[in-house]
């Protein structure tokens, strides 16, 4: 009988570790506001450089509803400004995107906005 409680005991420590692992990975995430004050907006298109980025952290896309919206694309849907019935759309003005490891791009895709609405980061 003290050997079954002795294994529930080592499952619920090893249970108890990856959950603070996981909520301190977590607490590290970092939130930027693409655009800084000017928001998701014209000509924002190289506000990523210089920053550092990793997966957790939030894109925060701040714009008047229905004048942009916010669409993750594949790498050849940014380098040509299209989308696919399957990529994700973006409307509510205060949009929020959680950077996934290695390339995330965006693009708004309203007409004539992406060559100067679009965004490339990669994410460590």
Known sequence: MAKGRGSALVAMVVSCLLLVTLQCELAH???????DGNGWT????????GKNFNAGDVLVFNY????????????AGYDRCTTTPSDKVYTSGKDQITL????????????GHCPSMKIEIFAS
């Open 42 to 49: 014209f000509n924002v298109a190289g506000w990523e450089k």
């Open 29 to 35: 995430a970092a939130t930027y506001v693409v655009g």
């Open 100 to 111: 996934v490891k290695g390339l995330n791009n965006v693009i708004c895709s309203f007409a």
């Open 64 to 75: 008047p509803k229905g004048a942009h919206n916010v669409v993750v694309v594949s790498k």
